[in-house]
């Protein structure tokens, strides 16, 4: 996966390359794109992520959601390359359009929309993590709900050709 994608993809080093092998390999147990984002703890329950309550386990392992959104997806939008001006600030730009939601605390806020769009564009990201780790090893594929709905997502991005490596 690494030299195939990850290597032309500005924000992911070898580091974060290894921190998504250790947690998600190439995706041979996730029959489906909603299945690794339910076990990285992105998955919507009800239209909405899923909140921490106070005695209750968490459906889904917190250390890696927190290496999604907090570094993964940090490096990506510090790296201001593909995924953060195709996916972050489209989306962060459509919600500070519409209202960030019913909330009043949030209106003239951006850090709420600002963790909407990071949540999208490490969503989108691992979706095509998916897509070039089950076509690697020949697993069979489907396409996922985001690429079918949104056409603009459905190839993995490139920031660099593979003769500039």
Known sequence: IWQEWLIYVNGISTRNTTRLLKYFGYCERFETISKLWAYSGLAPKDGKAIKRKKGQALPYNLKIKTAMLGV??????????????????????????????????????????????????????????????????????????????????????????????
């Open 72 to 165: 993964i997806g940090d490096c990506l939008i510090k790296s201001n390359k593909s995924y953060k001006k195709l996916v972050y600030d489209k989306y962060k730009s459509r919600i500070l359009a519409r209202g960030c939601c019913d909330n009043l605390e949030c209106k003239g806020k951006t850090g709420h929309a600002s963790n909407m769009a990071r949540r999208k564009m490490v969503k989108i990201f691992l979706s095509h993590y998916y897509l070039k780790c089950r076509k690697i090893k020949g697993l069979p594929l489907r396409n996922p709900y985001p690429h079918a709905v949104d056409n603009n997502y459905s190839k993995p991005f490139y920031d660099k050709r593979p003769d500039e490596v």
